[in-house]
């Protein structure tokens, strides 16, 4: 998918372009470079197209949303046992340290109207991957993010979007 694309379905989805990033592909190559053995269960988590990765200040993830652990038909249940009442939101997805925050950082790859930031200063970093091909399940995963992070009004948060269309949905 080009970036024109991307763009126009980040403002579909009212993801605000300054915070937009494409998920580079050499990112599988890295989760591929795993100890398969040993973490198998934890890659598998991070293949997933769509999730919501909360990171602190330290850059150790401390909330984990992933599609495969949401439930739900037709549509996900991202808020399954009240995980997005509080913040950051309680965990879906077992907590593990196979890609902290700097790692997350260097796979994201910014869009022409992207606004860099650097994640000192920030009580926590969310990164939410995202993806046209899984349609209105991204959507309201965006939205429950968008809102949790209204819960953290003492935190200072900052919210990036990865789109995974060209990795989980083809070029």
Same mark, same amino acid.
């Given at each position: 998918?080009?970036?024109?694309?991307?763009?126009?379905?980040?403002?579909?989805?009212?993801?605000?372009?300054?915070?937009?990033?494409?998920?580079?592909?050499s990112y599988i190559s890295f989760l591929s470079s795993l100890n398969n053995?040993?973490?198998?269960?934890? #890659?598998?988590?991070?293949?997933?197209?769509?999730?919501?990765?909360?990171?602190?200040?330290?850059?150790?993830?401390k909330s984990f949303q992933v599609n495969c652990f949401a439930g739900g038909?037709?549509?996900?249940?991202?808020?399954?046992?009240?995980?997005?009442?509080?913040?950051?939101?309680?965990?879906?997805?077992?907590?593990?340290?196979?890609?902290?925050?700097?790692?997350?950082?260097?796979?994201?790859?910014?869009? #022409?109207?992207?606004?860099?930031?650097?994640?000192?200063?920030?009580?926590?970093?969310?990164?939410?991957?995202?993806?046209?091909?899984?349609?209105?399940?991204?959507?309201?995963?965006?939205?429950?993010?968008?809102?949790?992070?209204?819960?953290?009004?003492?935190?200072?948060?900052?919210?990036?979007?990865?789109?995974?269309?060209?990795?989980?949905?083809?070029?």
């Amino acid at each position: 998918m080009d970036e024109r694309t991307i763009l126009r379905y980040s403002e579909k989805y009212a993801i605000p372009a300054a915070d937009s990033y494409e998920l580079e592909p050499s990112y599988i190559s890295f989760l591929s470079s795993l100890n398969n053995v040993r973490y198998a269960e934890q #890659s598998k988590n991070h293949y997933q197209p769509l999730q919501a990765l909360y990171y602190d200040k330290e850059g150790q993830l401390k909330s984990f949303q992933v599609n495969c652990f949401a439930g739900g038909f037709p549509n996900l249940k991202w808020d399954r046992n009240e995980t997005f009442t509080t913040f950051p939101p309680k965990n879906q997805a077992p907590i593990d340290s196979i890609v902290l925050l700097d790692t997350q950082l260097k796979y994201l790859k910014p869009l #022409s109207q992207t606004k860099l930031h650097s994640a000192d200063g920030y009580d926590y970093i969310v990164i939410v991957y995202w993806s046209r091909f899984m349609g209105r399940q991204s959507k309201r995963l965006i939205r429950y993010v968008q809102e949790n992070s209204k819960l953290a009004s003492t935190k200072k948060v900052k919210v990036l979007y990865a789109n995974t269309d060209n990795i989980f949905g083809g070029q």
